[in-house]
């Protein structure tokens, strides 16, 4: 059967809306592979490349990172034959090769950006997984410094657990980190977030959820990491990093006397003239990260941990809703995504 032609959203300048038009069919290079996208996952940073012309070298071209598909043609040093289903992100951002971008009927991409896809999990769920989940594994075990859980034993955490505020816990980074501490063998588990989602974080391994729209959230935050004990090391992650979400930050660790030992993981620049206390270590991480500096990490979680951990029902992906239209309907999704979107993942499928 002949291969259908493909067709991509391309931005054509800064700033100016998606059209939808054919493109060449990407021809993977050693080491990727060709999937046929069933469905994509829309991400803020595709928004903000779009209105701020930011990671764009030249127009026109292709944004997205996200996907879930079917494998349609493999590389020989691949360990997934054609026709497997999968999800992935790409390394368009990293390579700047359009063949990479995710916004298209075909993508050529990465073995190592790869998961494999339990038949439980509909394409519309996986487009979800790879960057939110990549980016938290990055902060636990990377930033954080959390031990990796062993896949036959459990945790492998010595000593006292550390104690971990997810500020935005609703967030798709956010429902990841808490699912991956709680694998991990973290038993002080403080979500932040919208009091709607409090019951699915509670639901996902947080032990403690907590309005942040509360007047009382910082004192609310302050007790239960106390109630964990001040000898449990702190640790937060704040993936909305706005200077909404990080004042808060600032206050719980002035409250709660932070100091060396404590260490926030933030995913964009910390905001300018906002002070962490002397001795508390901030770091920022960037998904792509996972594969240009721990490709060792991401082949364990992509190719391991996520497929035992989705196929038991360890790891339950973010919630997805779908944007009507196909490949037109993601420039409404990336408007409605810019104008906020709280506790599930906008996709379109394909």
């Given amino acids: 059967m002949s291969q259908k032609p493909n067709f991509a959203a391309f931005l054509n300048a800064p700033g100016a809306k998606l059209t939808v038009s054919e493109a060449p069919t990407p021809i993977p290079s050693p080491g990727e592979v060709l999937v046929r996208n069933h469905a994509v996952a829309l991400n803020p940073l595709d928004w903000k490349r779009q209105a701020f012309d930011i990671f764009i070298p030249s127009y026109p071209t292709i944004l997205g990172a996200d996907l879930a598909g079917e494998i349609i043609s493999s590389d020989s040093a691949s360990p997934y034959p054609a026709g497997t289903r999968v999800a992935g992100v790409t390394h368009a951002l990293s390579s700047g090769n359009l063949s990479n971008s995710a916004f298209q009927n075909y993508t050529a991409i990465k073995i190592s950006s790869l998961i494999p896809l339990p038949?439980?999990?509909?394409?519309?769920?996986?487009?979800?997984?790879?960057?939110?989940?990549?980016?938290?594994?990055?902060?636990?075990?990377?930033?954080?410094?959390?031990?990796?859980?062993?896949?036959?034993?459990?945790?492998?955490?010595?000593?006292?657990?550390?104690?971990?505020?997810?500020?935005?816990?609703?967030?798709?980074?956010?429902?990841?980190a808490i699912q991956l501490a709680k694998l991990s063998g973290v038993q002080n588990i403080i979500a932040a977030a919208s009091g709607k989602h409090h019951g699915r974080l509670r639901s996902l391994g947080a032990t403690t959820v907590v309005d942040y729209s509360s007047p009382s959230a910082v004192e609310d935050v302050v007790a239960a990491i106390e109630k964990g004990g001040r000898e449990a090391p702190l640790y937060v992650v704040d993936p909305v990093s706005s200077p909404k979400s990080a004042a808060p930050v600032v206050e719980v660790l002035k409250r709660v006397g932070a100091g060396s030992g404590t260490k926030v993981a933030n995913t964009l620049p910390w905001p300018a003239g906002l002070d962490v206390p002397e001795g508390v270590q901030v770091s920022g991480v960037a998904a792509q990260d996972l594969w240009g500096r721990r490709e060792d990490l991401a082949t364990w979680l992509f190719g391991e941990a996520l497929p035992k951990w989705l196929g038991e029902g360890e790891i339950v992906p973010v919630k997805a809703r779908v944007v009507e239209g196909g490949l037109k309907g993601i420039q409404k999704g990336l408007e409605e995504l810019m104008r906020g979107v709280s506790g599930e993942k906008l996709v379109v499928e394909l």
């Fill in 119 to 176: 038949a439980s999990i509909p394409y519309t769920q996986g487009a979800t997984l790879a960057t939110s989940t990549g980016t938290a594994a990055l902060i636990l075990y990377d930033l954080l410094s959390i031990p990796l859980p062993s896949l036959t034993t459990g945790p492998s955490i010595t000593g006292i657990p550390p104690t971990l505020l997810v500020w935005g816990g609703s967030s798709a980074i956010g429902t990841m």
